[in-house]
């Protein structure tokens, strides 16, 4: 069992920052690709941005290229998404996402809870 908690959301104006946070534990052998994905009201969630272990095949969606930032720090299991200039067309739910094997070398893939992410004046 693996288990991701995620923090790092709230509220904040156009044009601001929020860095998010999500750290995995439990039975995790290796970490491979580690991803934040986001939900809008009555929208589909699509990803926000994804890292491969070793900081190889970093993605980001067209809306957040040269805004948002994903980062992980493998000595702490941990994907950060470092938001700067905000807008309101951010506001959602941001979901992290990371996938790999268990020390038995069982393929894993969770969900973390969500954290909400509000951009408004």
């Known amino acids: 069992q693996v288990q991701l908690v995620e923090s790092g959301g709230g509220l904040v104006q156009p044009g601001g920052s929020l860095r998010l946070s999500c750290a995995a534990s439990?039975?995790?052998?290796?970490?491979?690709?580690m991803g934040w994905y986001r939900q809008a009201p009555e929208k589909q969630r699509e990803l926000v941005a994804s890292?491969?272990?070793?900081?190889?095949?970093?993605n980001y969606a067209d809306s957040v290229k040269g805004r948002f930032t994903i980062s992980r720090d493998n000595a702490k299991n941990t994907v950060y998404l470092q938001m700067n200039s905000l807008k309101p067309e951010d506001t959602a739910v941001y979901y992290c996402?990371?996938?790999?094997?268990?020390?038995?070398?069982?393929?894993?893939?969770?969900w973390g809870q969500g954290t909400q992410v509000t951009v408004s004046s």
């Open positions: 439990g039975n995790i052998l290796r970490i491979d690709t």
């Open positions: 996402n990371v996938e790999g094997y268990t020390a038995s070398w069982r393929y894993y893939n969770y």
């Open positions: 890292i491969a272990r070793g900081d190889t095949h970093i």
